[in-house]
């Protein structure tokens, strides 16, 4: 593996979708020390999987932006340009990539109560998969980082949004950075680092200017997810055991 700079702080947030993923990294944006990637690993994905057949913007992303995932992680551990790097990432845009990568990273997995986000990613993608949403993964990975001794920790989103400040003071202090207050609001407009497929997913974001008070979602669970919600729901009980609050 490459030499990584150990005066860099190298965050990687691994998420499932609608999982507020994007409202944090608005929030890291906004440190004057930090410098936010958004989903580098996407075209990677796309490129690798058959979600570019059914992901919105595919063809864009994947002309757009680096479609090879070893050169993806060279950027991740060489980049240097700040002394905070926040990389959000997707849990299973990670595909067959050697891991042994993350060793050199602050890595934060992001969860959500599948009864709230599948009814939101099914919005866009109408018949998601398990690999779509990544509670197994996220399992898969947590067993990966205690294996091999690296750094993790979990968040949820309802808890992150129930206290903002003080689930993030929590992470500051896990990632070896000082908490800052601006990270609790941003101004509610569009960020130079949004992905190309912003437009379909971050709409909600934009029009932000903190993280969202948590409402319980009032909505009959649509029927088609239930088999889905049935699968993801072991997963997700045990990653919110593990989260701070």
Not at 51 to 72: C, F, R, S
Not at 73 to 92: A, D, G, I, R
Not at 133 to 148: A, P, R, T
Request: aromatic share 12%.
């Amino acid at each position: 593996m490459p030499m990584v700079s150990n005066s860099i702080k190298r965050i990687s947030l691994w998420s499932g979708p609608r999982n507020i993923s994007t409202a944090l990294m608005y929030s890291f944006a906004q440190r004057n020390d930090t410098k936010v990637f958004d989903e580098p690993l996407y075209a990677y994905y796309l490129k690798n999987s058959n979600a570019k057949d059914y992901h919105p913007g595919a063809e864009t992303i994947l002309k757009t932006m680096e479609n090879d995932g070893d050169e993806v992680v060279k950027m991740m551990l060489n980049y240097s340009e700040q002394p905070v790097l926040f990389f959000k990432n997707m849990t299973h845009h990670l595909l067959d990539l050697d891991r042994r990568f993350m060793k050199s990273l602050y890595n934060v997995i992001l969860t959500r109560d599948p009864r709230e986000m599948l009814p939101s990613f099914a919005k866009v993608i109408k018949q998601p998969t398990m690999m779509d949403v990544g509670y197994k993964l996220h399992l898969d990975l947590i067993q990966y980082f205690e294996k091999n001794d690296i750094n993790y920790v979990v968040l949820d989103a309802k808890n992150v949004l129930l206290n903002p400040e003080g689930v993030l003071k929590q992470l500051c202090e896990h990632s070896d950075i000082p908490f800052n207050n601006a990270m609790l609001a941003w101004q509610p407009q569009k960020l130079e680092e949004d992905g190309v497929w912003a437009k379909y997913w971050y709409d909600n974001v934009h029009k932000s200017s903190k993280f969202s008070t948590y409402k319980p979602k009032a909505d009959p669970f649509p029927k088609h997810l239930i088999p889905l919600l049935n699968e993801c729901l072991p997963y997700y009980n045990q990653l919110s055991q593990l989260a701070l609050s």
